[in-house]
């Protein structure tokens, strides 16, 4: 499989968001006239390609990690929320 446009552009995005003003919810928006939810549900499956790994691996191992934290936390937060 070969990135597409959008996929390197997804990337290119994450590599450099920070440099946009404004938050990051609304850049999503306009820059690619999706929801924050979608491109988050497009971005996670990106970055489980050996594409997007091979393309830039140091942002994709970043990104892979930060999304695996987040859903640490999350498990970790149910798992005390059920036991009380």
Do not use: C, N
């Not at 990135?3 to 404004?22: I, K, N």
């Amino acid at each position: 499989m070969t990135l597409s446009d959008r996929d390197l552009a997804f990337l290119a995005f994450e590599g450099e968001w920070r440099r946009h003003a404004g938050a990051k919810e609304e850049a999503i928006r306009a820059e690619f006239d999706i929801t924050p939810a979608r491109y988050y549900q497009l971005l996670g499956r990106l970055i489980d390609t050996p594409e997007a790994l091979a393309h830039d691996p140091m942002l994709v191992r970043r990104l892979r990690r930060r999304r695996d934290d987040a859903a640490e936390l999350h498990r970790s937060r149910v798992g005390r929320s059920v036991g009380r």
